[in-house]
Structures are given as structure tokens and as C-alpha cells.
């Protein structure tokens, strides 16, 4: 009796673990990325490195929290409470979507 209780929770706990990782969407942005803008041609603005909770700009590395939905993600840092949208294109490349640089800004992936 014990031991089926036993396993009875044990099945339960795996059966939740699957079932909360299978919920989970991959995030595109994870990488190191570096930023441009079409009025610098050619000049990078900075290197990024987005990581699984943090991410690291201008040698800066804050916490994060990313919303994920398919090849847009929200960026959100920690304590500051404003998002960074950002949308990846097939071509290895992203916008930032914000109200300050009204999308001027891109990302281009880098190889690690």
C-alpha cells in the first residue's frame, strides 16, 4: 500500500515536470548579437549576449524575464518594468521594436 502511494506520487510529479517543460516555447533570441542602425551604416552600436535569465549590454549584465510568442520576444529587465520587444527574421536578424528608436535598431546574430 505505501509503496503504490509512493509511486502514485511519483508518476504525479513526473506527469507535471513534462507537462510544464512541453509548455515551454524555445527562445529565438538566446545568443550574442551585435546592434547597428541604417543611419551608421556599418557602425556597431554595441554587442549584446542574451542568456536564459540575464542579459549583457555595454559589459552590463542585468536579470531578465523573456514572454515568448514564436519569433517575437519581450524583454523584460529586472526592477526596471519596461519591455524590450523584439522580432527575429529568418535571415539571422532582428528589430528592436520600442517607442524610443521607433525600430531603427538591428540586431545581427553572431557566432559564438
Given at each position: 500500500m505505501v509503496r503504490r502511494i509512493g509511486m502514485?506520487?511519483?508518476l504525479a510529479a513526473a506527469g507535471a515536470m513534462l507537462a510544464s517543460c512541453a509548455s515551454f516555447e524555445p527562445n529565438p533570441l538566446l545568443g550574442r548579437w551585435a546592434m547597428a542602425s541604417p543611419l551608421a551604416p556599418g557602425l556597431v552600436l554595441?554587442?549584446?549576449e542574451f542568456r536564459r535569465s540575464t542579459m549583457t549590454a555595454f559589459g552590463v549584465t542585468q536579470d531578465v524575464e523573456y514572454s515568448v510568442d514564436g519569433n517575437n520576444v519581450l524583454v523584460i529587465p529586472e526592477?526596471?518594468?519596461i519591455g524590450i520587444e523584439?522580432?527575429?527574421d529568418e535571415d539571422g536578424k532582428a528589430r528592436l521594436n520600442d517607442p524610443v528608436t521607433g525600430g531603427l535598431l538591428t540586431l545581427r546574430r553572431l557566432r559564438s
Open positions: 502514485t506520487v511519483l554595441g554587442t549584446y526592477g526596471i518594468g523584439v522580432t527575429i
